[in-house]
């Protein structure tokens, strides 16, 4: 498998790690994240008066652990969404950590399964799906909903990046969200791309028909929803097979 040049648009500082991955990977990766992060004021409730914690992103472990937490917090239950977050989660001295291994509907099976009863910590985005307060909206698990983090859009990409894809010289742009894939398209407008041209690697199939929606028409999507796997779609981009 030859190198691609491929637009990493997840935010810093995961971004910069899938670069370095890339990297070492052998691909030309270029940075162009859609959004950056910005942490929100918040309260954090006392552990002696919540079951569990629930994280559905990095941002969110990230987000917290920028209060002052009692040991309590970091000793209760802790269900993530998947991997990379369960992995954020220990790294930073959460014992005792549950991974759905999956996306938000494994997230919540799980929750249901384990019936702690509640009440619940779900630090969040101010910008998200809301599948998880949906899910427990007049149940006895009491979930918690509160913002800690919201990610800023960008108003532009570089003018390097932008004449890249003007001529068709990105081999793939790798999308992590609906939210970013929505706001690419966006920025495609705005700058006279033809999204139509342009093969796009997805962490999920929701992401892919967001931009299928826009006019995307060459797309591969990741098996899991994990970095790995949506590596693993590179080599199939080279065989030219599309979702």
């Given at each position: 498998?030859?190198?691609?040049?491929?637009?990493?648009?997840?935010?810093?500082?995961?971004?910069?790690?899938?670069?370095?991955?890339?990297?070492?990977?052998?691909?030309?990766?270029?940075?162009?994240?859609?959004?950056?992060?910005?942490?929100?004021?918040?309260?954090?409730?006392?552990?002696?008066?919540?079951?569990?914690?629930?994280?559905?992103?990095?941002?969110?472990?990230?987000?917290?652990?920028?209060?002052?937490?009692?040991?309590g917090h970091q000793l209760l239950p802790c269900f993530t969404v998947g991997d990379t977050t369960a992995q954020v989660a220990e790294n930073n001295g959460f014992h005792n950590v549950i991974n759905a291994k999956g996306n938000a509907q494994d997230l919540i099976a799980m929750i249901k399964k384990m019936g702690l009863g509640g009440p619940?910590?779900?630090?969040?985005?101010?910008?998200?799906?809301?599948?998880?307060?949906?899910?427990?909206?007049?149940?006895?698990?009491?979930?918690?909903?509160?913002?800690?983090?919201?990610?800023?859009?960008?108003?532009?990409?570089?003018?390097?990046?932008?004449?890249?894809?003007?001529?068709?010289?990105?081999?793939?742009?790798?999308?992590?969200?609906?939210?970013?894939?929505?706001?690419?398209?966006?920025?495609?407008?705005?700058?006279?791309?033809?999204?139509?041209?342009?093969?796009?690697?997805?962490?999920?199939?929701?992401?892919?028909?967001?931009?299928?929606?826009?006019?995307?028409?060459?797309?591969?999507?990741?098996?899991?929803?994990?970095?790995?796997?949506?590596?693993?779609?590179?080599?199939?981009?080279?065989?030219?097979?599309?979702?």
């Open positions: 498998m030859s190198g691609k040049t491929l637009l990493v648009t997840r935010p810093f500082p995961g971004g910069q790690k899938t670069v370095a991955s890339l990297m070492d990977l052998g691909h030309q990766p270029m940075a162009a994240p859609l959004f950056s992060k910005r942490i929100l004021p918040f309260d954090v409730p006392s552990p002696h008066n919540m079951v569990a914690t629930i994280f559905t992103s990095p941002n969110a472990v990230k987000a917290v652990l920028s209060a002052e937490l009692e040991i619940y910590f779900y630090p969040c985005a101010i910008d998200r799906k809301p599948d998880i307060e949906e899910a427990f909206f007049g149940t006895e698990f009491m979930v918690q909903m509160t913002p800690v983090y919201e990610m800023i859009a960008v108003k532009s990409l570089s003018n390097p990046v932008i004449k890249r894809l003007q001529e068709n010289r990105i081999d793939a742009v790798l999308l992590y969200s609906q939210r970013a894939a929505s706001h690419f398209a966006k920025l495609c407008v705005d700058n006279n791309i033809d999204i139509s041209t342009l093969n796009f690697i997805c962490l999920s199939p929701s992401i892919w028909h967001t931009l299928q929606t826009a006019g995307a028409q060459s797309g591969y999507v990741a098996q899991d929803p994990n970095e790995n796997a949506l590596f693993t779609q590179i080599d199939i981009l080279s065989d030219g097979k599309s979702a």
